[in-house]
């Protein structure tokens, strides 16, 4: 809704505060044996004590049966059109990690991943090794030189990094090296487009070296690019918003989508206490928050049922906490479903939460897929998410005489 033709008549700015929780992958399916999603078979008294008081709905990313990324599924919680407002997660690992891209710089972001003797991919994500034993490889990548641009690369979180290509005549148009399913082999990075032939030379240079630098070992012995993407000029949400709007975040790619949209980015820790210590820290400064909790979507797409199960018991122990801040509006809703039966990202609906002075509940009594559907939000695109909180905070006035 930020293209919403009158917004700027209608966003007000005011002393009340949102806190919007993003539970990456929140959604789920029922498992097999129990006939229940995570949601319902985790113990949550918070947040269903919280759901009984608040509007409850459901939310559709992008549109029904597409799958989003984490990008996507983000910039239509904050009111961007996933459709028009698509940018490859290059960019923003990039901005995560406070790297200062210039124009025409083009971003990809990189995972180590593991391939077996036939070249074959067995773990995506080269069992999310830890930061300190990538690091040691990132550096040994950093030699690598290619055709056609200076190159450059930089550590991220765990498995993942990211390069940066610098010089003339860089497309973005090249086809990912990730197949995204694990018993193929990686893709060639292939130009889509002529403009972007001088791109696909280089990254194939640095893919097919990297290879043979990191062969040998039992994981992380490729990488897998995607991501092709430069910086964009999009609309900043404290200018159209009209907010002073902050982002607390562990990951760099959410940390990155938050400075591109105009979000001051808040240093923060490593687990979802450090990050609740920086909402307390700066709570008097800002008017909006994002907070954002990883742990459900990483055991999804793990396909760990009961490691889901945990992380939103343990992310609901600190429901409390949150509340405890008093901000007017809270809002607690999921970028994506990230079932761990399915073991990825899925195209099904999000359980959504807006908690205010103005809700009292409307029947819904647990914060599950199921609850959420019978609630008075009814089933929404997510790109209408910001404007409810907006709304129930007192930030917009009246449209139309």
């Keep these: 809704m930020i293209d919403f033709p009158y917004i700027g008549d209608l966003c007000r700015p005011t002393d009340s505060k949102i806190v919007m929780l ?33 509007a409850a709905g459901l939310t559709t990313p992008v549109a029904p049966g597409i799958t989003p990324g984490s990008g996507p599924g983000h910039t239509a919680l904050f009111g961007y059109d996933p459709v028009k407002y698509l940018i490859g997660r290059g960019v923003l690992e990039a901005l995560g990690l406070g790297i200062e891209l210039r124009d025409g710089d083009l971003a990809v972001r990189c995972n180590f991943c593991t391939l077996d003797d036939s070249g074959f991919i ?12 990538s690091r040691p490889l990132v550096d040994e990548l950093a030699r690598i030189e290619v055709p056609g641009a200076s190159l ?14 610098s010089g003339e005549g860089l497309g973005i148009n090249v086809r990912e090296t990730d197949p995204s399913v694990t018993g193929a082999a990686p893709l060639e990075p292939t130009a889509l487009s002529d403009d972007s032939r001088v791109t696909a030379r280089a990254v194939s240079v640095f893919a097919n070296e990297a290879r043979k630098r990191l062969a040998g070992r039992a994981t992380a012995n490729m990488v897998l690019l995607r991501g092709f993407s430069r910086l964009p000029n999009w609309p900043r949400m404290d200018d159209v918003y ?11 790619m959410y940390r990155g989508l938050a400075r591109l949209l105009g979000m001051e980015v808040l240093p923060t820790g490593e687990t979802i206490d450090d990050e609740l210590d920086t909402l307390e820290q700066s709570f008097e400064d800002h008017d909006f928050f994002f907070l954002h909790y990883k742990p459900a979507d990483a055991a999804g797409e ?30 607690i809703t999921g970028d994506h479903s990230t079932p761990a039966i399915m073991a990825s990202h899925s195209w099904h609906p999000v359980p959504l939460l807006v908690s205010s002075s103005l809700t009292s509940g409307d029947g819904v009594s647990v914060f599950t897929e199921r609850g959420c559907a019978s609630g008075s939000i009814g089933h929404i695109p997510a790109t209408s998410v910001m404007m409810l909180a907006m709304a129930n905070a007192g930030k917009l006035i009246r449209y139309g005489p």
Excluded: C, M
């Design 122 to 133: 067995v773990d995506r994500r080269a069992g999310r090794i830890a930061t300190k034993e």
């Design 302 to 331: 793990d396909g760990d049922f009961r490691a889901k199960v945990a992380a939103l018991q343990e992310l609901d122990a600190r429901i409390p906490r949150l509340l405890a801040l008093g901000a007017e509006t809270v809002v």
């Design 242 to 252: 009209r907010l002073r709007p902050a982002a607390i975040a562990v990951y760099p």
């Design 152 to 165: 450059s690369v930089h550590q991220g979180r765990e498995y993942r990094f990211v390069i940066v290509l």
């Design 22 to 54: 993003v539970v990456d992958g929140l959604g789920g399916l029922p498992h097999p044996d129990t006939g229940k999603s995570e949601l319902e078979s985790a113990d949550l008294p918070n947040l269903d004590r919280l759901a009984q008081r608040s």
